[in-house]
């Protein structure tokens, strides 16, 4: 979606759930953009091509989830030092790493100091699983310092910046927004009218004794068509043909089975 700041989530898959999955929406809703394994790994994909060189390289922001988990998580380890390597490569020093370290609870972050010592200098923040709107709000200000700081330029064009990202990414959600609402809304309308034909055809009275034994005929799938009463009108208004392979049966249609759902539904 748009321009808007790229944010790579390093997490154990045991949080997943229970406290990544929330902060990725809360993050999502407030303009900032995250690559997340969960959508944009795929069935197939090497998996260390893209973490590492789909993921975290072409990623503005790393941050990096501390709990009692993650700390345990080799995958972890690997993604950070990755990253301090890179980011040594290109001459960054550790202010303008673009790592931002979370911690969800103060023994947690005695662990990631003693563990990461080199990441303690940086930016780091409080996030229990139980975080508020205030933690939620330090956070995204956080990640756009960050991502404006790694930009260079004075505050007025990091200000211009920040406001042309986020005016990017409304747009696009806002154009996802309408294209979902006229694909609801062909949805609808052709349902709508599919259901007026099926009112139609019931009004109609040329169906009448096929509606009162088309159970048989549903639950069956296929039937002797010298046994099927209305046939011909069913055949009519597409709601039954004749078998492939042997023309002395005849079956149901898709839209024979909608007319039938339509019907179920109506009585009720």
């Known amino acids: 979606m748009g321009k808007s700041v790229l944010v790579f989530v390093s997490h154990s898959s045991e949080d997943k759930k229970s406290f990544i999955e929330p902060i990725v929406a809360d993050l999502e809703s407030c303009y900032i953009n995250v690559w997340f394994d969960k959508r944009n790994i795929l069935p197939g994909d090497n998996l260390r091509k893209s973490i ?6 072409k990623a503005d922001i790393a ?4 709990t009692e988990k993650s700390l345990k998580s080799s995958w972890v380890d690997k993604e950070i030092k990755h990253v301090l390597r890179e980011e040594s490569k290109k001459g960054n020093n550790f202010d303008l790493n673009k790592i931002i370290s979370i911690f969800d609870s103060k023994d947690t972050y005695e662990q990631i100091s003693e563990r990461y010592p080199e990441l303690t200098d940086d930016l ?7 975080y508020s709107k205030i933690q939620l709000g330090q956070l995204v200000s956080a990640i756009w310092s960050k991502y404006l700081s790694l930009q260079g330029g004075d505050i007025e064009t990091q200000k211009q910046l920040l406001a042309k990202d986020k005016e990017l990414f409304q747009k696009d959600k806002t154009i996802l927004s309408l294209e979902n609402k006229i694909s609801d809304l062909k949805s609808k309308d052709s349902n709508s009218s599919l259901y007026q034909e099926f009112e139609m055809i019931k009004e109609s009275g040329k169906l009448d004794d096929f509606i009162k034994e088309m159970d048989k005929f549903i639950t069956a799938g296929i039937v002797d068509k010298g046994k099927v ?3 011909s009108e069913a055949m009519a208004f597409g709601l039954a043909d004749l078998a492939p392979k042997n023309v002395n049966y005849a079956r149901p249609t898709d839209k024979g089975r909608e007319f039938i759902k339509w019907l179920l539904l109506n009585e009720k």
Request: hydrophobic share 55%; net charge negative; no cysteine.
């Open 63 to 66: 941050l990096i989830f501390f």
């Open 52 to 57: 590492f060189r789909d993921g975290l390289d």
């Open 229 to 231: 009463k209305n046939l």
């Open 124 to 130: 780091l923040h409080l996030m229990p699983v139980d």
